[in-house]
């Protein structure tokens, strides 16, 4: 078996280069960015000319950063396990030596004057960390200082963190503001859920297998389920949730990106060009979802069982700065219709929410009925659907559902189940989920990342039900919170005596 760290060594070190992090203060970057940059070097994946700088308006000293960068750190290895169970501390000095504080605005020229001096003829990629009102200005001021330059021996790339705009025509607008300072090729969208091993096997899985592909179509597949539940209200994101909602911060970039994985046609190769043009594809052929086919919700007040104990969890309007009266979703279900000639006919449910009775992420294929005359002794409702779910997280593997025959003298049919379990085959990886996209844009790899007009056929498709002012948004509807979802999401699929998996 090969553990992870294992399997990276075998991948090349990446070029010499700086990650220039914007908003390197926030919390992104201790979370996340920064543990996977220690992943990557305890891989031996980074150069040793790699260095980090971080360029933030907060006034701090380099100290005070590193020790917020160390304390999350601990926090990380303790609580996710890392590389090791104890922090190596050969890597993290050498990451922590090579960092840099530049404090500035990301609104004025002075600061990437400074940054350009510090970077000279390097290598660079740009970590835009920050709000996103802060990424048509960054770029631009990246493009007019002339960061953006790129020679023979000097690569500059930009990573976008998302909301990438927040309705077609604002992401249309970004895309064609930073491609008046950047090429596609130095832009990298990022996507957090394509950086999840799961999310990437669900290519592996389907096109490295003869047996899945040829019942992958209309003739065979019922519909399709892809659901991502979350147990946590907003916490403490309650002012930008609330111009954002449930569609806006999960639908057109983790879902469109779940389903375009598992509809997809067989890209040529590999290659980000032909992965990409493959997923934009079949994102175009989704007609926009219509008013009667959307359900939005917002959780009121509810509990989570917990054995004998109840924990009390409050409605979303009673959370922290959000409105008495708001009418954001935080919960939203979908039935999409791809029109091309593997998947006419075949729905696509979607759901997402927050305060869900579990936390799963998961696209369960329900595969048509089989003839059953030769079983017509039993009743119909007994049979099995054959159902194959990919499980995302936070269980990794894939189950297949299906029928066999009970034990005795009768032929009668039981449900059975068949798991396989990533954690039985794979040494679990101790992952961020940025260490793949981190290295592969310093490479230049952008089939991970997501191109212009993917992000914005994602739009197209929910743009009828993004506005109040829209006659195609569905009414808002309740549901209480730990439990399943509001009722009408139930009604979008028994209409069509179909029923969503069970939340468990
Ligand atoms: C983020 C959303 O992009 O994804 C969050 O802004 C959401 O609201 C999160 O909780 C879900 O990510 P994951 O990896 O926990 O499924």
């Not at 070190?13 to 926030?26: E, L, R, S, Y």
């Not at 360029?55 to 304390?71: G, H, I, K, P, Y």
Request: aromatic share 10%; glycine share 8%.
């Amino acid at each position: 078996m090969l553990s992870p760290t294992q399997s990276l060594r075998r991948l090349r070190k990446a070029p010499p280069g700086v990650m220039v992090i914007f908003g390197g203060g926030g919390d992104l970057t201790k979370r996340l960015l920064i543990p996977a940059i220690y992943n990557l070097d305890c891989a031996d994946l980074l150069s040793d000319e790699f260095s980090v700088i971080v360029v933030d308006w907060a006034e701090m000293t380099s100290e005070t950063l590193l020790a917020q960068f160390r304390e999350s750190i601990d926090d990380f290895v303790s609580k996710r396990g890392s590389c090791a169970a104890k922090l190596k501390e050969e890597n993290w000095d050498r990451i922590t030596g090579n960092i840099q504080y530049i404090r500035g605005s990301f609104e004025e020229e002075s600061t990437y004057t400074r940054l350009k001096e510090a970077l000279g003829e390097q290598s660079a990629v740009f970590y835009l960390a920050v709000a996103a009102r802060f990424f048509g200005p960054v770029v631009d001021l990246i493009g007019s200082t002339g960061l953006a330059q790129e020679t023979e021996n000097c690569s500059r790339r930009v990573i976008i963190e998302k909301p990438f705009g927040s309705d077609l025509n604002s992401a249309k607008e970004l895309n064609a503001r930073l491609l008046r300072s950047l090429g596609e090729t130095q832009i990298y969208r990022i996507d957090h859920y394509l950086g999840k091993e799961t999310v990437q096997n669900i290519l592996a899985l389907r096109f490295s297998n003869g047996f899945f592909e040829p019942l992958w179509n209309r003739d065979n597949i019922d519909h399709i389920q892809i659901t991502a539940a979350e147990t946590v209200g907003v916490e403490r994101r309650g002012r930008f949730y609330e111009s954002t909602g449930a569609i806006r911060d999960m639908v057109p970039n983790h879902l469109m990106q779940l389903l375009s994985m598992v509809a997809m046609e067989a890209p040529t190769s590999f290659d980000a060009e032909a992965v990409r043009n493959e997923k934009s594809k079949v994102l175009s052929a989704i007609q926009p979802v219509t008013r009667e086919n959307a359900v939005r919700g917002q959780y009121v007040s509810g509990s989570f069982k917990n054995g004998d104990h109840a924990e009390a969890l409050r409605g979303y309007r009673g959370e922290p700065d959000v409105s008495m009266g708001s009418e954001t979703e935080t919960y939203v279900a979908m039935k999409l219709r791809i029109d091309n000639w593997r998947w006419a006919g075949v729905p696509f449910y979607i759901r997402t929410g927050k305060r869900l009775r579990c936390r799963k992420t998961e696209i369960a294929i329900h595969f048509k009925q089989a003839p059953y005359a030769l079983f017509r002794d039993t009743p119909v409702d007994k049979l099995t659907p054959n159902i194959m779910v990919l499980h995302i997280q936070p269980t990794e593997g894939v189950t297949m559902q299906f029928s066999a025959k009970v034990p005795g003298p009768s032929v009668r049919l039981g449900g059975v189940r068949m798991k396989f379990d990533y954690s039985d085959w794979f040494q679990e990886g101790p992952s961020t989920g940025y260490e793949t996209l981190i290295y592969d844009c310093l490479i230049g790899d952008q089939t991970l990342f997501q191109r212009a007009d993917s992000i914005e056929e994602g739009w197209r498709i929910v743009q009828p039900v993004l506005s109040q002012q829209s006659a195609e948004q569905p009414p808002l509807c309740f549901y209480a919170a730990g439990l399943d979802g509001p009722r009408e999401a139930d009604e979008l699929l028994s209409r069509s005596r179909r029923k969503w998996l069970p939340l468990k």
